[in-house]
């Protein structure tokens, strides 16, 4: 009796687990338990990391997935994007159509500069500020003056106020994408 149940278990486990690995056509219907809509696709949650940035014009970097206006990163892409600022990619990062793509994971993760200057921990280069250390705490520029909750004030940037702080991205339009809440003018991380 054990063994039965066991194997009847298993019979429909299994294809749950390997169903729960791939995007599916999304066909109209709703989306199954687990997947969020995603471009007309049923993307599983569990393939999506949470990092987001803002969509340039009608495409996505490599990696990545349109959530209306916003790519949203998929967890097997661990290589981040930028939008391309001026024309040139910060050191490390290779043009690739609107936007600049990491070389290699270790690639320090660079934010479009404001002015002249860049946030404590970060340096300029060219059209960026590149992080000093490999694991800086992270910093987006101010909209309207004003920073996400738990993100401190830093001249022209909001600076994480700490390491467990969520990831925040600048609002584009009324929404956000998924997995982040609207705080402003921005969407952070729920």
Not at 3 to 8: H, M, P, Q, R, V
Not at 169 to 177: A, H, Y
């Amino acid at each position: 009796m054990r063994n039965t149940f066991l194997a009847a278990f298993l019979a429909l486990a299994v294809p749950i687990t390997v169903l729960a690995q791939a995007p599916i056509s999304q066909k109209g219907e709703p989306c199954p338990n687990g997947y969020l809509a995603v471009d007309k696709f049923c993307v599983p949650m569990s393939s999506i990391t949470k990092t987001a940035i803002p969509k340039v014009g009608e495409s996505c970097p490599k990696g990545y997935l349109a959530d209306g206006k916003y790519c949203a990163q998929m967890s097997s892409s661990p290589k981040a994007a930028i939008p391309i600022v001026g024309g040139f990619c910060p050191k490390g990062y290779l043009a690739a159509g609107r936007y600049c793509a990491q070389m290699s994971s270790i690639t320090k993760a660079a934010i479009p500069r404001v002015g002249e200057s860049c946030p404590k921990s970060y340096l300029a280069e060219g059209k960026y500020c590149v992080p000093m250390s490999s694991s800086p705490k992270a910093a987006i520029p101010k909209i309207g003056g004003y920073c996400p909750n738990d993100y401190r004030p830093e001249g022209k940037y909001c600076a994480q106020m700490s390491s467990i702080t969520k990831a925040a991205i600048r609002r584009v339009g009324e929404s956000c994408p998924k997995s982040y809440l609207v705080d402003g003018k921005f969407c952070v991380l729920r």
